[in-house]
């Protein structure tokens, strides 16, 4: 069987696919991506270079329309033909995506060959494009139950979020050696995503000195575009932009800062990790507070709003937390129960019942 692969743009779309490929050894697996996109590294770097990459020209849907709104469906267009060949050419079974604007052109050129196409929706909140074209789509696996009420009635199914297996094996204990952290030391980490959150970092900076008097240490991953990232220094801090071993550094944190996306949920989920959230503001249509809603309704992590948290609160906060050992062992439950351990599994399922 043939399939190809519409997941592009950030590590939430490129990460779960490729858990995914990874279940279907003995399918003929090629990537539809976007050139300088992350799947550009992802699918070379973790695939170890498993699947042919080929790449469109293709952008977001504009908020009002306009000359952007008809460069962007012309653009459109050409990129479906371009599908279209591929699929025909390429004599392919069906198509897989995990939604963005890349999954328009590849959802109508699939259904305009008669190919069956499986969507997976990872936030709680389906994005435009999901909830567009869902009704096109032969199943839609979603990662939150919430995001069914988006979704046209009967066309869903709950997998949860397939994430990497290094999150699926046991912590080693020499995984963090070169990071230097004592074993018997509370560890907050603090995640900003993938482009990185100045906004965050800066009131981790202000509160962290009261956390490191508290005993414990900090892993800062900053990302790449905050020209503060160096500002703070001190022997309980490891500042860095990236960390390859998330899975370790989840599994090691008594607590976790971070974002909202629903990659990164679905690892402190796998990882029984404890966090603060705090979603970021300018996520489209606001995807990431719905994402954390129903971390905070199952008990496994406190919500702010950024507009309304301080350093003043947020160094409390954590300081409050970790001499709360059981009610961080409660959230780390609470955590864990949200987690689909075998998602990659059944949404391999789903595309071969779907594909034949």
């Not at 906004?199 to 005993?215: H, T």
């Not at 990302?223 to 801090?237: I, K, T």
């Amino acid at each position: 069987m043939r399939l190809l692969i519409a997941a592009s743009g950030t590590g939430g779309h490129v990460f779960p696919a490729i858990a995914t490929a990874e279940q279907l050894r003995d399918y003929q697996i090629e990537w539809l991506g976007v050139p300088d996109r992350l799947e550009t590294q992802l699918v070379g770097d973790y695939a170890q270079g498993s699947y042919p990459l080929h790449t469109i020209s293709v952008a977001g849907f504009q908020q009002k329309l306009g000359l952007g709104s008809l460069k962007v469906l012309l653009r459109l267009i050409g990129s479906i033909r371009q599908v279209r060949r591929l699929l025909k050419q390429g004599k392919f079974d069906g198509v897989f995506t995990t939604g963005g604007y890349i999954a328009a052109p590849a959802i109508l050129a699939a259904r305009s060959l008669g190919l069956p196409v499986i969507l997976h929706e990872s936030n709680a909140l389906p994005g435009k494009v999901t909830r567009w074209f869902a009704p096109w789509c032969s199943v839609v696996a979603i990662g939150f139950q919430a995001a069914s009420d988006y979704l046209p009635r009967g066309k869903t199914i709950c997998v949860g979020t397939p994430v990497r297996s290094q999150f699926r094996s046991a912590l080693d204990d020499t995984a963090l050696e070169d990071l230097s952290i004592p074993k018997d030391v509370p560890l907050i980490v603090v995640v900003g995503g993938s482009q990185g959150a100045v906004a965050l970092n800066k009131l981790v900076r202000k509160a962290a000195p009261a956390w490191f008097d508290a005993g414990a240490w900090v892993v800062h991953l900053t990302g790449d575009s905050d020209p503060d990232a160096q500002r703070l220094q001190h022997s309980q801090y490891v500042v860095l932009p990236f960390y390859d071993n998330m899975a370790a550094l989840f599994q090691r944190a008594n607590l976790a800062i971070s974002r909202s996306g629903a990659g990164t949920l679905t690892e402190l989920a796998i990882t029984h990790t404890p966090s603060i959230l705090i979603p970021y503001p300018f996520a489209a249509e606001d995807h990431q507070a719905f994402n954390a809603a129903v971390f905070a309704e199952a008990g496994a992590a406190e919500v702010y709003r950024q507009a309304d948290l301080t350093s003043e609160v947020l160094e409390a906060q954590v300081l409050m937390m970790l001499k709360s050992p059981d009610r961080l062992q409660q959230m780390a439950k609470q955590a864990a129960s949200l987690a689909v351990v075998n998602s990659a599994e059944q949404l391999a399922q789903l595309i071969r019942r779907g594909l034949g």
